[in-house]
């Protein structure tokens, strides 16, 4: 929990900065490739319903653009689903 904000919990954005690890945050797909162009990333975590470009499609890109001996990280997580969309 923020201590800041009682009774909301804290980002993973501001776990991992406060734990010294530089991190950034985007809205969607297509900003995760954007990020990428000149930027390398140790792991990326990406929602599992990414917006414009879905994580598959997204990670299919990102390991098509890889160079030899580099493998990106991913981990995936979502938030709660509607029981309309499970």
């Given at each position: 929990?923020?201590?800041?904000?009682?009774?909301?919990p804290k980002?993973?954005?501001?776990?991992l900065?406060?734990?010294?690890?530089?991190?950034?945050?985007?809205?969607?797909?297509?900003?995760?490739?954007?990020?990428?162009?000149?930027?390398?990333?140790g792991?990326?975590?990406?929602?599992?319903q990414?917006p414009?470009?879905?994580v598959?499609e997204?990670?299919?890109?990102?390991?098509?653009r890889e160079?030899?001996?580099?493998?990106?990280?991913?981990?995936?997580?979502?938030?709660?689903?509607?029981?309309?969309?499970?």
């Amino acid at each position: 929990m923020d201590p800041a904000k009682p009774g909301k919990p804290k980002s993973i954005l501001g776990v991992l900065t406060e734990a010294g690890y530089p991190s950034e945050a985007v809205d969607d797909g297509l900003e995760v490739l954007a990020s990428l162009k000149g930027n390398i990333y140790g792991v990326i975590l990406m929602d599992g319903q990414l917006p414009k470009v879905d994580v598959l499609e997204t990670t299919a890109v990102i390991r098509g653009r890889e160079r030899d001996g580099m493998e990106t990280q991913f981990l995936q997580a979502s938030g709660p689903v509607s029981p309309t969309r499970r």
